[in-house]
């Protein structure tokens, strides 16, 4: 087997800087140090804010360190009994959640037969949307089966909540969409 120059270099340079840091860690040595005043760089004169994962109902409880008015950083709090500083790899994207920079911020609207999308304005989207449920839920509410059976539902409609979301508002989801008989109900975190 022919080894080239660049190869054995790159071999003995892996190999070398192995062999130290085992060597260092076998005395006892440890990057720890090294590693919480890098974190200390990050996070110097922010604020930490104590708050919870939002995406499972476990309550992970998270610090967000602010500065400036923006987040800087999201990690677990390590004073959690539930977590103990850690987060699952959900919980530990929760910093690209608030930053992206593709996160929408205005409401888009798609008339039917449109090859674009339009901005509208929020309080006619959610207006929209209560007109779309109640002409849906009317139309096609039923209210017994023909065996004479009282079921008070309608299976036209589909409610998905979502991962993002806590528990509790999960839940008066669900009693909100019961409410208007709906059926189907789902929840993307249990997917």
């Known amino acids: 087997m022919q080894v080239s120059r660049r190869d054995f270099l790159r071999v003995t340079a892996g190999a070398g800087a192995g062999t130290a840091i085992g060597g260092l860690v076998g005395l006892g040595a440890t990057l720890a ?12 004169d922010a604020k930490s804010v104590p708050s919870i994962c939002p995406f499972c109902s476990v309550g992970c409880a998270t610090l ?24 699952c790899p959900k919980g530990a994207a929760i910093y690209q959640l608030h930053v992206n920079p593709n996160r929408q911020t205005k409401v888009l609207h798609r008339k039917p037969g449109a090859s674009s999308w339009d901005v509208v304005e929020l309080e006619w ?15 096609t509410f039923l209210e017994k089966l023909p065996n004479g059976k009282t079921v008070n539902m309608t299976s036209a409609m589909f409610a998905l909540g979502g991962a993002t979301l806590d ?14 008989g709906v059926v189907a109900i789902e929840n993307q975190a249990r997917i």
């Open 33 to 44: 140090p090294a590693r919480a005043q890098a974190q200390e760089l990050r996070i110097r």
């Open 125 to 139: 989207a959610m207006d929209r949307v209560a007109e779309l449920i109640k002409k849906t839920r009317d139309d």
């Open 167 to 180: 528990s509790e508002f999960n839940h008066v989801c669900q009693k909100f969409w019961r409410g208007l």
């Open 64 to 87: 967000i360190q602010v500065k400036g008015g923006r987040i800087v950083n999201i990690e677990g709090d390590p004073r959690s009994p539930h977590n103990e500083g850690t987060l």
